[in-house]
Every structure is written in structure tokens, then in C-alpha cells.
């Protein structure tokens, strides 16, 4: 794996980053009612944990983020 950088506001270069994003607020900010963000901070964790062991991505062929990373480090 590598780090790549991309431009502020360039959806064009960046659309995963943010597709990833507008589902996290789709999801999970918007879908709960948190308190304060204390409480979002202490979530976090757990629902990317979620999402990169359990959601299946249409993009990955239908495996989840953690198997498609496991996959090729084969």
C-alpha cells in the first residue's frame, strides 16, 4: 500500500474519500442522537471497526473492506 495525496475539493480525484465520508454521515452521525462530541469520539472507533470487518462494498466485489485487504496481502 502507498499514501496518495490529492486536492481539496477534487471529488473527481478524491471520490472514495468522498463516498466514505457521505456514507459515515448517512449512516451512522445523522442515523444516531448523540449527546456532545465527546460521545461521537468514543463511537467512532467502534463503527469504523464496523464498517471495515462487516459492510460489504459493491466496489470490492461484494467483500467487506478488511477481507479485499487480506485478500491481497496474499
Do not use: D
Not at 459492510?55 to 479485499?68: D, F, N
Amino acid at each position: 500500500m502507498r499514501y496518495i495525496a490529492t486536492g481539496p475539493y477534487t471529488p473527481r480525484t478524491n471520490g472514495k474519500a468522498e463516498k466514505f465520508i457521505k456514507t459515515l454521515c448517512r449512516e451512522w452521525t445523522y442515523a444516531m442522537a448523540f449527546p456532545n462530541s465527546e460521545v461521537i469520539n468514543r463511537w467512532l472507533p467502534r463503527y469504523l471497526s464496523i464498517y471495515n470487518r462487516l459492510k460489504k462494498q459493491s466496489t470490492l466485489g461484494w467483500h467487506s473492506t478488511e477481507e479485499q485487504l487480506v485478500e491481497l496481502l496474499r
